[in-house]
């Protein structure tokens, strides 16, 4: 496979800024050797301490969500301006958290998508289904829908800099894992998307991670499918005794 494989901890609203220092400098010393490409997503409050450790190293700095406008009258929240400030270089857009707790739309989630390009950020765009859409036959659809809505707008020049984590809702810190098979069925589902919009080329590039409870002991069997190129991991990035080993899946 010419893709690699990227994998990327989202940390969320966890640890306070000496908890995420630690984290960083046991993952710096821990993955320097490794083969793969790495991120960490710190909450906002830790990105300037994380950024000052991993500086220079094999892992990259990602936020967990940015504002859909450049800045203005918008209390409490955060702007991509301010983000690459602090160096953060990769931004996670549409976490299942932030579309059905928090309420954004594939409209929004677009316009963020397309401000985070503009500036030069690298976007994991977030899909997937919840459990009644699942049962409802209705997995494909939803993520094709999130895939072309969130994509709408999106120069094919700029596609190398997006990544897709298919993350089913069903999966996320719940403990239950979509199969490899069932996983990667969807994977394929969305290159074909990607194909569709992009053509051929694109799609066989794009980096399409798997997201919801990948642990070190299911991460070999979900890397192994042909279109799962990475994982985007939640509970289990909050240490390094699990993440490391996924990180470093063999
Ligand atoms: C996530 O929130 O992106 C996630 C996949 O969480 P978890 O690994 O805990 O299921």
Known sequence: MSRSYYIAGNWKMHKTRAEAAELAKALVSQLKDGKHKYLVAPA???????????KGTNIRLGAQNMAAEEQGAHTGE?????????????????????????????ELVNKKVKLALRHGLEVILCVGETLEERDAGK???????????????????DLARVVIAYEPVWAIGTGKTATPEDADAIHAYIRKVVGKLYGED?????IIQYGGSVKPDNAAQLMAKENIDGAL????????????????FA
């Open 44 to 54: 906002f409050t830790s990105l300037e301490t994380v950024a000052a450790v991993v």
């Open 233 to 248: 991991v939640g509970g289990a990035a909050l240490k390094a005794d699990s993440f490391v080993p996924i990180a470093k």
């Open 139 to 157: 997995a494909e659809s939803v993520c094709e829908t999130q895939t072309v809505k969130g994509l709408l707008g999106v120069a094919a020049g």
């Open 78 to 106: 955060v702007s991509v301006l301010q983000l690459k400030d602090l160096g953060v270089q990769t931004v996670i857009l549409g976490h299942s958290e932030r579309r059905h707790v928090y309420k954004e739309d594939d």
């Open 202 to 206: 694109a799609a066989r590039k794009i």
